[in-house]
């Protein structure tokens, strides 16, 4: 007898549509798997084999095949032994192979027939639905995170007994109430904005640089509030629309991040990894390779704190996803694609005890801060929009009584300038000012003659490169639709200028700097 059914594999954060074949006939008693499988699927034989045998499903002395389909995809994970086992019982009249015909199948199981859960659920059950399956068996652990995807009919299993009962009729079904998102959300406490006194320009400079979704660099000496800063950026993101809340939601399903969370991804997310994090660690890795930080930070914020103590081989990983906004892994299976549309967000002392330029303070050769500092190539630093420098906090704003702007009022005027640069970008690729491609700069970062001879002027002195001159207008941009404006006017890049010169006086040390 033959059966098939239906299931998936997770490639990348992409779900790959696979089916199950299973054909029972006389010959010499064997179990054979073909279909072009990795080392995990290729034990799914004795799994399954001892599993239904504990259970009371002895295997009839016949020919038993196999087949993963289709054949020139490597097929990876545990989550083929439920679909397996379920296609060998449906081809020896078991269970009703019609029935199973009509199912999306996934789960591990145990050699005691219990079924574990499997990650990458929910890109898996979106690619079902959009193939028209309406039924879905799956592990009992999975089913909250599966009941994200409407229109489906779940079944989730504890063991391979249950779903035997499901596909005959006999199975007792349980009352499920309907799923809703928003009882499913939870609020995040964020740190507030209002908690920091003082420090008026660094707070302009987040403001702009989530408005246009720019890389920021903040360079300052210890207990400048560089890292307490940067905590209360999520603050001040706008929300997700229900696309992007799928999206994320995706790659945390795929990197087994999202099973103690009961929906969807409604904040966008903050990642802040170690200094001593791997190159793996950092783009995503593996023999399967799985979502590195930079795609857990997709539609978020990537901090990255004590920036020149990252590996310099780790930090040359970002300019490709800075630029193209993913990033691609190769290996001998295939080639992997995640995606990468992260705002960089990075922390640094200007030389390794921190007090550079206070010469008063720092007890640091030249030679010493200029290797500390040279750790942050000029390529890497080119793909950072702005740089702004977080001075040491004055008693007298320790003191201050004044209450400080809170998160949400900043917020509130992030949103607006989102607004205005979604209507401006409408039915382009992009929609925020930091992802203008070179080609449209010309258009939508247009200045006047006078201020092309200013711009002109500050190329040369500060010995900008065409890429670093280009994030300068759009930074200029950023803050035209801060206030507004339709056009880029002169106070605008006087203060794009002043967030891209203070790396100068840092990295050009030899040059006259401090």
């Not at 201050?400 to 979604?422: G, T």
């Amino acid at each position: 007898m033959y059966s098939i059914v239906s299931t998936a594999m997770i490639h990348g954060i992409q779900s790959v549509s696979v089916s199950v074949e299973a054909d029972v006939n006389d010959g010499m008693p064997m179990f054979e798997m073909v279909g072009f499988l990795a080392s995990e699927v290729r034990e799914s034989k004795e799994r399954v084999r001892t599993a239904l045998k504990n259970l009371g499903y002895a295997l009839p002395p016949k020919r038993i095949t196999v087949n993963l389909t289709p054949a020139n995809i490597r097929k990876s994970g545990s989550g083929f032994d439920l679909p397996i086992a379920l296609a060998v019982l449906a081809a020896t009249g078991i269970i009703d192979a019609e029935k199973l015909k009509e199912c999306f199948v996934i789960g591990e199981i145990g050699l005691n027939g219990k079924v574990q859960p499997v990650r990458g659920i929910l890109p898996m059950i979106a690619d079902a639905r959009e193939r028209g399956i309406k039924k879905l068996i799956l592990p009992l652990e999975n089913e909250a995170e599966a009941a994200l995807i409407p229109g489906m009919k779940q079944y989730g299993i504890a063991h391979i007994g249950q779903a035997v009962e499901v596909l005959n009729g006999t199975y007792k079904e349980l009352s499920q109430k309907p799923y809703n998102i928003e009882e499913t959300a939870s609020e995040i406490k964020k740190l507030d904005f209002a908690d920091i006194h003082g420090q008026k320009f660094v707070k302009r400079a987040c403001e702009t640089a989530v408005s246009g979704m720019h890389n920021l660099l903040m360079i300052g000496p210890p207990g400048a509030g560089k890292t307490m800063t940067a905590m209360r950026i999520p603050g001040i993101l706008p929300p997700m629309d229900e696309a992007e809340q799928m999206e994320i939601s995706r790659i945390y399903s795929v990197s087994g991040l999202f099973e103690e969370r009961a929906g969807l991804m409604r904040e966008r997310p903050f990642r802040n990894p170690h200094h001593t994090i791997t190159m793996q660690g950092l783009a995503g890795g593996g023999v399967i390779p799985r979502p590195g930080e930079i795609s857990l930070a997709h539609k978020g914020v990537l901090f990255l704190d004590e920036l020149p103590e990252f590996q310099k081989a780790t930090l040359e990983i970002l300019r490709q996803p800075m630029e193209e906004k993913k990033i691609r892994l190769g290996r001998l299976a295939g080639e992997y694609e995640f995606p990468a549309d992260f705002m960089l967000v990075a922390a640094m002392n200007p030389c390794k005890c921190g007090y550079y330029p206070d010469m008063q303070k720092c007890r640091c050769s030249v030679g010493a801060i200029e290797r500390y500092i040279s750790k942050i190539s000029q390529p890497l630093l080119d793909r950072i929009d702005i740089c702004v420098e977080t001075p040491q906090i004055q008693f007298d704003d320790l003191l201050m009584e004044q209450k400080e702007e809170s998160s949400a009022q900043i917020r509130e005027r992030v949103m607006q300038a989102h607004e205005r640069q979604k209507f401006r970008y409408r039915g382009e690729a992009f929609c925020f000012n930091s992802q203008i491609p070179a080609s449209r700069i010309a258009e939508y970062c247009a200045i006047d003659k006078k201020q092309q001879v200013y711009m002109k002027a500050v190329y040369n002195r500060l010995n900008l490169t065409a890429r670093s001159y280009h994030k300068l207008l759009k930074v200029a941009r950023t803050l035209a639709d801060m206030e507004g404006c339709e056009k880029i006017a002169d106070r605008h890049l006087n203060e794009a200028v002043c967030y891209r010169s203070i790396d100068r006086k840092f990295w050009d040390i030899d040059k006259g700097g401090w």
